[in-house]
């Protein structure tokens, strides 16, 4: 079964650098996503993206977070400059969004920590 | 804001018996999904519901929707070890709020689950 495969699993970095996380969606899919959980909390959206734009995006991706589509099947997430409060899970998702499959499919996860 | 809550939190069960877990969230919205997450592992899709009445239902899982009352179950049936997990419900604010969805889910806050012995 097809499924969104993300990029490293693990990464370590320190703060006040730029790391890139990626993500290569299912094929036939059209909306992208990146979430977020912070150990032991709730899932956050962050970010949805569709015909290579930004769709909507929360207060959590501010300034310092992007997302590019550099080509027709990577999806990745760059933050220009990490803080200790971004270290979380991130989760790359996408959609088909029709009616026979709705739903949002999730990557493993890339575990960011910010040292 | 759309706000999503779950209860219990955490829910200790015995194998053997029947548990509900409820979903209320707080705007309108006739797409409302039901994930699965073990530990240190992604987001496994359970349930899609998408209309008032919904009843779906898989092995000894069954969840429904009630768009009028905003609340969301999942009852489990004869808990057995392996559904120990976090489970989460996740709201999509579709179009007739108002706007055009691109599928934002907002998440309740998970209910962790453990079956014992």
């Known amino acids: 079964e097809p499924e969104v495969t993300q990029t490293p699993s693990h990464q370590v970095t320190q703060m006040g650098q730029e790391v890139i996380l990626r993500c290569v969606p299912i094929s036939n899919h059209l909306y992208f996503y990146w979430y977020r959980q912070i150990l032991g909390q709730k899932v956050e959206f962050l970010v949805s993206?569709?015909?290579?734009?930004?769709?909507?995006k929360s207060e959590i991706f501010d300034d310092q977070f992007s997302v590019e589509r550099p080509d027709g099947s990577n999806f990745t997430l760059k933050i220009r400059s990490t803080k200790l409060e971004d270290s979380a899970m991130y989760f790359c998702?996408?959609?088909?969004?029709?009616?026979?499959?709705?739903?949002?499919?999730f990557g493993q996860g890339t575990r960011l920590t910010v040292v | 804001e759309l706000k999503v809550e779950q209860n219990p939190l955490f829910l200790s069960m015995q194998e053997g018996k029947n548990y509900t877990i409820y979903c209320n969230y707080s705007?309108?919205?006739?797409?409302l999904y039901w994930y699965r997450q073990d530990p240190g592992k992604s987001l496994e899709s359970l349930f899609v519901?998408?209309?008032?009445?919904a009843v779906k239902q898989e092995g000894r899982l069954m969840a429904s929707l009630d768009t009028k009352a905003r609340l969301s179950t999942l009852h489990i049936t004869a808990a057995v070890h392996d559904l120990s997990a976090t489970y989460f419900c996740a709201v999509d604010v579709a179009a007739n709020a108002g706007g055009t969805s691109y599928g934002k889910l907002t998440f309740g806050q998970g209910t962790i689950l453990t079956v014992h012995p």
């Open positions: 998702a996408s959609s088909a969004r029709d009616r026979a499959k709705p739903e949002a499919f």
């Open positions: 519901l998408l209309s008032n009445g």
């Open positions: 993206f569709y015909n290579n734009e930004i769709s909507e």
């Open positions: 705007t309108t919205s006739d797409r």
